[in-house]
């Protein structure tokens, strides 16, 4: 048996990490990936646990080496899927999460074309645009690139199979678990 590749995707500040996070805790038994990226930590993040931070140059490396499952540049930085846990998990059996963004989901589709592709929207642009905003963790021009990238991966949902408003926390996380669990 073969476990499921999850694809969650969503403009950046829609919550997806904390819903994983809360989906995470209730279902120990799902992996996720570990995605390796060049920019820069945030504060608390971990390099192994959030990301694996690379410069520029080792990631061009990883991806010479054909060592990416899918890889994609956002707001001036790349990031990408490392290939070999992927195999791992799915060959034990055991299902995984992506939590990447739309030209890597394209690209996931393609190999895998049984994968369960769920999209995250805001309940509406400015509720979006406030988090980003708020989170404070981004220059001006990344906030910039991020909401200009959010309006084409919005524009984008219905490639998905499913979709859900991230509105109230505790719905949205249900709607995710169901979806993981049966889908
Ligand atoms: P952030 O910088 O906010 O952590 O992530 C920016 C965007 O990159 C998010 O939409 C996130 O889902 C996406 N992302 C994170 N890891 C990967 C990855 O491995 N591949 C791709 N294509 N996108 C990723």
């Known amino acids: 048996m073969t ?11 829609v919550g997806k990490g904390t819903l994983l996070k809360a989906l995470l805790a209730q279902h120990p038994e799902l992996y996720l990936s570990v995605s390796a990226t060049t920019r820069s ?7 192994g646990v ?12 990883e991806i010479a080496a054909g060592a990416l499952l899918e890889w994609a540049e956002f707001a001036g930085n790349y990031y990408g899927t490392p290939i070999a846990p992927v195999k791992s998990q799915l060959d034990l059996g055991r299902s995984i999460i992506l939590e990447i963004e739309l030209a890597g ?6 190999i895998f074309t049984d994968a369960l592709r769920i999209f995250i929207l805001p309940p509406d642009f400015q509720t979006l645009e406030a988090r980003i905003r ?6 001006p021009e990344a906030i910039l690139r991020r909401l200009e990238q959010a309006k084409v991966e ?14 109230d926390f505790q719905t949205a996380l249900a709607e995710l678990e169901q979806l993981v669990s049966n889908g």
């Open 50 to 61: 959030h990301y694996y931070f690379y410069p520029r140059d080792r990631f061009e490396r």
């Open 105 to 110: 989901a394209r690209q996931v589709a393609k």
């Open 134 to 139: 708020d989170r404070g963790t981004d220059s």
């Open 154 to 167: 919005i524009a984008a949902q219905s490639e998905f199979d499913y979709q859900i408003v991230n509105d």
């Open 3 to 13: 476990g499921k590749l999850i694809v969650l995707t969503g403009p950046s500040g």
């Open 41 to 47: 930590p945030r504060e608390g993040e971990v390099d």
